[in-house]
């Protein structure tokens, strides 16, 4: 299990980590959600051991990964690019990896270049963006850690790609390999994360979409007789998420209001039909406050 537990980080002066704490357990998908600059890259690197925490800390089945530098082993960053390696080969870069990962699996790192097709022997500086990720991946998963932290893993890279690396990821998670993923491609991540764990300001806000919900916030499309009922709109407890004339796509937060729909069917909308709630949802209730639809 690896618990991150109360970690702080402050870069520049500016706060970026506050108080930050989860678990993970094996064979996990994760998704880290939140807007940009929230913290989420920063985040992986203290929790890969590249950055040192202010205050907390992150530890590997009961030990701190500071204080014991060796378990750090058990957890790898994946950065959107390989900025290290540009001067290596993905052979070369695989003979690096082997001696500082003891777990290093070239069989499967070579199958892998094989079934992204990426060449064994051009520098990784030739790599285009998504070839680079790709690579990154490769490279990632063959060490065998038991926690990959994937930094937008799929940023760049074209569809038919997109389908190989999830597979791949999928494949090490039914294997026990536990992945962390932050991505802004949020109906990819809610189809394969098991967790969401979403951010703002450098916190986790939400620990699941179902923690978050507990079913009590429910998304209808409305459209009204007459004129929409401003009291109705305007509620704390209804986040319009659309508008198109009177037809509204609505969050209704019930468990805040008991009575909000009975209030909803008394101005008897011409139609009030539930819709399947997504992480998207989600995410513009908690981070995008209600500017993105005036
Ligand atoms: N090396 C650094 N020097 C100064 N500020 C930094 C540094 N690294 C991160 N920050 C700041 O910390 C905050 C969080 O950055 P971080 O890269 O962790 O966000 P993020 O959630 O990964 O963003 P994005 O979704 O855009 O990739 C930002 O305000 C960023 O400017």
């Given at each position: 299990m690896l618990v991150v537990r109360d970690l702080n980080k402050t870069i520049d002066k500016q706060v970026v980590l506050r108080n930050v704490n989860f678990k993970l357990m094996p064979g996990q998908v994760v998704g880290v959600v939140g807007r940009n600059g929230t913290g989420k890259t920063t985040l992986f690197k203290t929790m890969a051991g590249v950055l040192t925490p202010d205050s907390g800390t992150v530890e590997y089945e009961g030990e701190s990964i500071y204080s014991s530098p060796g378990n750090k082993m058990n957890i790898v960053f994946i950065p959107d690019s390989p900025e290290a390696l540009l001067n290596y080969t993905a052979m070369d870069s695989a003979q690096l990896f082997s001696r500082v990962y003891p777990f290093f699996d070239r069989d499967y790192f070579k199958e892998t270049l094989h079934r992204l097709e990426l060449p064994h022997n051009r520098k990784i500086r030739q790599f285009s963006k998504g070839m680079r990720m790709m690579f990154s991946i490769a490279l990632g998963l063959s060490t065998k850690a038991q926690y990959i932290l994937l930094d937008e893993p799929t940023n760049g890279i074209d569809i038919i790609a997109n389908k190989q690396i999830t597979k791949l990821l999928m494949e090490a998670a039914e294997e026990g390999t536990t992945l962390v993923i932050s991505s802004h491609m949020l109906g990819e991540l809610e189809r394969i994360a098991d967790t969401i764990l979403l951010m703002k300001d450098g916190a986790?806000?939400?620990?699941?979409i179902t923690d978050a919900t507990n079913g009590a916030i429910c998304k209808f499309q409305v459209v009204f007789r007459?004129?929409?009922p401003t009291v109705w709109l305007k509620s704390p407890s209804v986040h319009v998420l659309d508008r198109v004339g009177r037809v509204y796509t609505v969050l209704v937060d019930t468990k805040a209001q008991i009575s909000i729909l009975e209030e909803m069917g008394k101005f008897n909308p011409l139609l009030m039909e539930p819709l399947p709630m997504k992480l998207e949802d989600l995410f513009v209730w908690k981070l995008g406050g209600r500017k993105h639809v005036d």
């Open positions: 986790i806000e939400t620990h699941s007459e004129e929409a």
